[in-house]
């Protein structure tokens, strides 16, 4: 024990979820195969003999065992082992690395539409908590400016923090050539407008 | 009902079930084989497809026979066929337009 498994803190942001791939296949390339796979940790064990490589995939599926179940049985059809799942809905899988086989082999959305599907699934979520978190920093600045509760200021600055982070990961997540639909823009756009004039608007509480 | 064009992958998975029944890996190397070798169905757009096609009810799971039980196994339905015949035909269509105005 000890030597054999170990845990690495690392923070990997949705967007960011190729790299993450990238990041697995180099440590099993080191001879530590992941045991579990998270946004915040992960888990390793040691393994010399075989290197894999590492998808991983945005589902959320709900507590729909049989959907699950469907889900996992096709993608063992074509030889991925299921590693885990965290519980906002990201999959973990691995498959064996062969340097003969073609790079094909291990790429998972083969066509367009499915993966803007996929990553437009993390898109509709993450606008959601990201508008949420800009009403909770507005309604947080209003209390404090209103004079209720000064504490509250710290909370607005968080979420409107957060809401921006949100809006950039948004912007990566989104293929490059998609195009946004006007909608889209202006909602992007007051948003970002929004956020600033919380945080902006708490420096200006702070001072007087 | 109203007829969308299909993306190339739900395409050829409906036609590699025209014949009868077929498992999500038959699908995948029958579409290989039919296309030269071009288009290879991976697990992530495997899913949406057969998950989305469920739903809509273009096909539906069958129970396999004893040696495959434990492969799913997947049959088109009457109105997966309709929508196969359809495109199809829309397809036949653009060719054919397409040799009108190329002159060919």
Not at chain 1, 94 to 100: C, D, G, S
Not at chain 1, 166 to 175: D, E, P, S, V, W
Not at chain 2, 46 to 65: D, L, R
Request: hydrophobic share 40%; charged share 25%.
């Amino acid at each position: 024990m000890g030597k054999d498994t170990r845990i690495i803190h690392k923070v990997f942001t949705a967007w960011n979820y190729e790299k993450e791939e990238d990041y697995l296949f180099n440590q099993s390339v080191d001879g530590w195969e992941l045991l579990r796979g998270g946004c915040f940790y992960s888990k390793y064990k040691r393994n010399n003999e075989k290197v894999f490589k590492y998808k991983v995939d945005f589902n959320p599926l709900g507590k729909d065992f049989n959907k699950k179940r469907l889900y996992v049985d096709i993608f063992e059809d074509q030889g991925w082992e299921y590693v885990n799942s965290t519980f906002n809905g990201w999959h973990y899988f691995k498959k064996e690395y062969n340097p003969q086989l073609p790079e094909e082999e291990y790429i998972v959305y083969t066509d367009r539409t499915s993966i803007i599907e996929m990553r437009n699934r993390w898109v509709t979520i993450a606008r959601i908590i990201q508008l949420v978190m800009l009403l909770f920093s507005i309604y947080f600045l209003t209390i404090t400016a209103s004079g209720h509760n000064p504490g509250m200021l710290i909370n607005a600055l968080l979420y409107s923090l957060g809401s921006l982070i949100l809006l950039f990961g948004i912007r990566k997540m989104r293929l490059e050539e998609e195009e946004w639909s006007q909608a889209r823009k202006a909602i992007n756009i007051l948003s970002l407008i929004s956020s600033i004039a919380v945080i902006v608007g708490c420096i200006f509480v702070n001072i007087i | 009902m109203k007829f969308e064009p299909l993306t190339e992958s739900y395409f050829y998975i409906l036609l590699c079930l025209y014949d009868g029944p077929n498992h999500g890996y038959g699908i995948m190397q029958d579409v290989l084989q039919l296309s030269d070798n071009r288009l290879r169905i991976g697990s992530g757009t495997m899913y949406g497809a057969v998950s989305n096609m469920i739903k809509k009810g273009w096909i539906i799971e069958i129970k396999g026979s004893d040696e495959d039980r434990r492969k799913r196994l997947y049959k088109l339905t009457d109105q997966g066929y309709e929508i196969l015949s359809n495109e199809v035909i829309r397809l036949n269509e653009l060719v054919q337009n397409a040799s009108k105005v190329m002159g060919r």
